[in-house]
């Protein structure tokens, strides 16, 4: 019975010590493939500057009719740091002229933007905060005014919206990072399978007062406030396209379905009162980029569109309609200075799952 318990235990050490050894081949040979179509420069720090245009418009409805509206907002200028997981920017925009103030009103903005780009989970998080709008489509109020110089202007109307998105790429050999945050380079055309999960929570207050193209100021005896949670899964597919080694290429479609859990607050002369309701979502974003990467400098343009279809009523606030953005930039890699090395140092200190998950696949 020993013998037979001994020459168990030699067939499973033997067992073991073969799957660990085939485990080690299979990650040293992935790893060589994988270098093959990537290269990473998540220790050096980049910064790169930017233009876009990007501003989110929404549906509302004023007068009986459906509104679209828009912030007054110029292009936006940003600077964006990043290094190893961490992407983030600081902008600013330009300041709209007198001239358009008076014809569209003044907007203030604010908006905080992170990602977190790791191997193969990404994560996007950000807050948008905007005061002031107008209404695109004055024209279809015309009949109500006898003179139409100026859009219609909501000067009160805010939003506030919390917003972020979770993704998985299934192609290790592709590479999110160097189309997002540029700490990487796809060395090799590849394309991946990447799901993903949109959510935001919204909020839009403040929509009693507009202001008509003739520069008169209106109370509304009827609006609405409105909040709500919106979930998107989509479905993606990416690629790249790579021209020898350093141009590259990039195009994306992503389908998505989900719910739009919404409340509204009703306030009248005589009343107030709260309805809920679920709406179906079906959206589709898609972009296209191109661009230079080499190991110091990059740059290129991309575009990116985002359309949303929801079963509307005159009792909604579509946030989240169609979103057409461009960015162009242009960037440099360096090695980090002490303060920026010691900084992530710390957070993956404290935090060490942060830098498990980025080791992981690599």
């Not at 796809?186 to 394309?191: I, Y």
């Not at 799901?195 to 003739?214: E, F, G, L, R, V």
């Not at 479609?253 to 309701?277: C, F, L, Q, W």
């Not at 972009?287 to 279809?309: L, M, Q, S």
Request: no cysteine; charged share 25%.
């Amino acid at each position: 019975m020993k013998k037979i318990f001994y020459i168990f235990l030699l067939i499973s050490s033997l067992s073991f010590a073969q799957n660990q050894d085939a485990d080690s081949i299979k990650r040293v040979k992935d790893s060589i493939i994988r270098a093959e179509y990537i290269k990473n420069f998540h220790n050096q720090l980049n910064i790169k500057f930017e233009v876009s245009n990007e501003k989110q418009d929404y549906i509302t409805t004023l007068l009986g009719d459906v509104a679209r509206i828009s912030p007054n907002l110029k292009f936006r200028y940003a600077l964006g740091f990043n290094y190893k997981y961490i992407s983030f920017r600081l902008g600013l925009r330009s300041a709209v002229s007198k001239d358009s103030k008076a014809k569209k009103g003044d907007s203030k903005h604010f908006r905080l933007r992170m990602k977190l780009l790791f191997t193969n989970w990404s994560h996007r998080f950000e807050y948008n905060y905007v005061k002031g709008y107008y209404i695109k489509n004055t024209e279809d109020f015309a009949r109500n005014y006898i003179t139409v110089n100026n859009n219609i202007q909501l000067p009160d109307t805010k939003t506030n919206i919390f917003s972020g998105t979770t993704a998985y790429k299934f192609n290790k050999n592709y590479s999110i990072r160097a189309v997002e945050s540029q700490t990487e380079i796809q060395l090799k055309s590849a394309g991946s399978f990447v799901p993903s999960i949109d959510y935001w929570y919204y909020k839009i207050s403040d929509t009693k007062k507009y202001i008509a193209p003739d520069g008169s100021i209106i109370l509304r005896d009827k609006y609405n406030k409105y909040s709500g949670i919106n979930t998107i899964i989509n479905a993606g597919y990416y690629y790249t396209y790579v021209y020898k080694k350093n141009w590259y290429a990039h195009a994306y479609a992503a389908p998505g379905v989900g719910i739009d859990s919404y409340k509204v607050t009703t306030t009248t002369p005589d009343s107030r009162y709260t309805d809920r309701a679920n709406s179906f979502v079906f959206s589709i974003q898609n972009g296209v980029a191109v661009g230079y990467n080499n190991e110091k400098f990059y740059g290129g343009i991309d575009y990116k569109n985002r359309h949303t279809y929801e079963n509307y009523t005159d009792e909604q606030f579509q946030f989240n309609t169609s979103k057409n953005t461009f960015h162009i930039f242009i960037g440099y890699r360096f090695k980090p200075p002490k303060q920026v090395t010691k900084s992530v140092n710390y957070i993956e200190e404290k935090v060490p799952v942060l830098k498990e998950i980025d080791k992981k696949k690599n």
